[in-house]
């Protein structure tokens, strides 16, 4: 596993800002010690300092993870972020979203979000700002990106998109087919 290169450090910080803002600092420097993103195929994994210099003393070639899969860097360049980061973004979301239940189904089946479908919208949420989607029993479900602002939200109409899809949970039933 290696480390990021600047250029790398620089997308992801700035991928993780959109949807946590300067709460990016708080990954990296925890209670329980630091943390820090390595990677491998172009892969981003968030992994201990602790874990890390107990994973070094394993050969490369037979080391496939460690860590938890933020996302990955597509050959353009740019990251994408996984569902596997969610956990660990939910809490620091600055944006967020609440789905009402008959709307859950549908983000969790890849589809955006209608304005019929919202619960909750954080204040201040900007268009195009990274969200992170809750069930209205604050149940964290996935990733988006405001389709609208929340003055925008208020007076459109009920058909309209208010979030794009980017990430749900419902990935892993999804790719689970694609396995078998």
Known sequence: MKRLSDERTKIL??????????????????????????????????????????ANTIPTDHLVSVGTCFGKFTKSNKFRLHVTALHYLAPYAQSKIW??????????????????????????????????????????????????STAECKHAEPLASVCFHQADIGEYIRSEEDLL
């Open 13 to 54: 910080f700035e991928k993780l800002a959109k949807y946590i803002g300067p709460n990016v600092k708080l990954l990296v420097e925890r209670p329980d010690g630091l943390y820090c993103f390595r990677e491998k195929k172009d892969r981003v994994y968030y992994i201990s300092e602790k874990i890390l210099k107990l």
């Open 99 to 148: 789905l009402k239940a008959s709307a859950e189904q549908q983000f969790l089946y890849g589809n955006h979000v209608a304005k019929s479908g919202l619960g909750r919208i954080s204040e201040n949420t900007e268009k195009y700002q990274g969200v992170v989607v809750y069930s209205m029993s604050d149940l964290p479900l996935g990733f988006g990106v405001a389709a609208r």
